[in-house]
Antibody, heavy 119, light 108 residues
Framework: QVQLQESGPGLVRPSETLSLICTVSGYSLSSGYYWGWIRQPPGKGLEWIGT???????YYNPSLRSRVTISLDTSKNQFSLNLSYVTAADTAVYFC????????????WGQGTLVTVSS | EIVLTQSPGTLSLSPGQRATLSCRASQSVSSSYLAWYHQKPGQAPRLLIY???SRATGIADRFSGSGSGTDFTLTISRLEPEDFAVYYC?????????FGQGTKVEIK
């Protein structure tokens, strides 16, 4: 059974880069599937940030594309999120998730991690 | 980008009642790529329905999904206490994923 766990700083200063890692257990990233990041501002809905395919192809939300980088580290079975030039509007719970190839839905999720942008 | 609009924003019902949630897309969505989730406070979303009408593993048969094109529906036949939560629809198309803004099902 696949498990995902987000990790990273809980506080980031404005204009800096938010960096998170998703560690996957129970499945090898190099074997397949898409892997994604989703965020949820406090009290609001879900927003897809971006996705990486197991061969390294990436897909980003157009509204965030200029600031987002998602990458794989198959040697550590992790994938990461970098979001640059953050503002208070980037304060959110950040989730990582697995996406099934073909139906393209998010079938397994991490528990989420709250990142606050504040000076 | 395909925009998903869910209605109503809030649904106030009693346990045992039927819930009908709507998800409307700004352009046609493949039924294969339409999913529903529910989310309880402090938890990650959980997949309920995929391919518009297929129940995910372990999901009770009181949950059903239907629809095609731009109009999709999630129905909960008889609400149980654990079903009071926020529900989201999600679609995939053109290498992009989007979520609806959510419908909160609350206890009346």
């Amino acid at each position: 059974q696949v498990q995902l766990q987000e990790s990273g700083p809980g506080l980031v200063r404005p204009s800096e880069t938010l960096s998170l890692i998703c560690t996957v257990s129970g499945y090898s990233l190099s074997s397949g599937y898409y892997w994604g990041w989703i965020r949820q501002p406090p009290g609001k809905g879900l927003e897809w940030i971006g996705t990486v395919y197991y061969i390294g192809s990436t897909y980003y939300n157009p509204s965030l594309r200029s600031r987002v980088t998602i990458s794989l580290d198959t040697s550590k079975n992790q994938f990461s999120l970098n979001l640059s030039y953050v503002t208070a509007a980037d304060t959110a719970v950040y989730f990582c998730a697995r996406i099934l190839t073909g139906p393209y839905h998010f079938d397994s999720w991490g528990q989420g991690t709250l990142v606050t942008v504040s000076s | 980008e395909i925009v998903l609009t869910q209605s109503p924003g809030t649904l106030s019902l009693s346990p045992g009642q039927r819930a009908t949630l709507s998800c409307r897309a700004s352009q046609s969505v493949s039924s294969s790529y339409l999913a529903w989730y529910h989310q309880k406070p402090g938890q990650a979303p959980r997949l309920l329905i995929y391919g518009a009408s297929s129940r995910a593993t372990g999901i009770a048969d009181r949950f059903s999904g239907s629809g095609s094109g731009t109009d999709f529906t999630l129905t909960i036949s008889r609400l149980e206490p654990e079903d009071f939560a926020v529900y989201y629809c999600q679609q995939y198309g053109g290498s992009s994923w989007t979520f609806g803004q959510g419908t909160k099902v609350e206890i009346k």
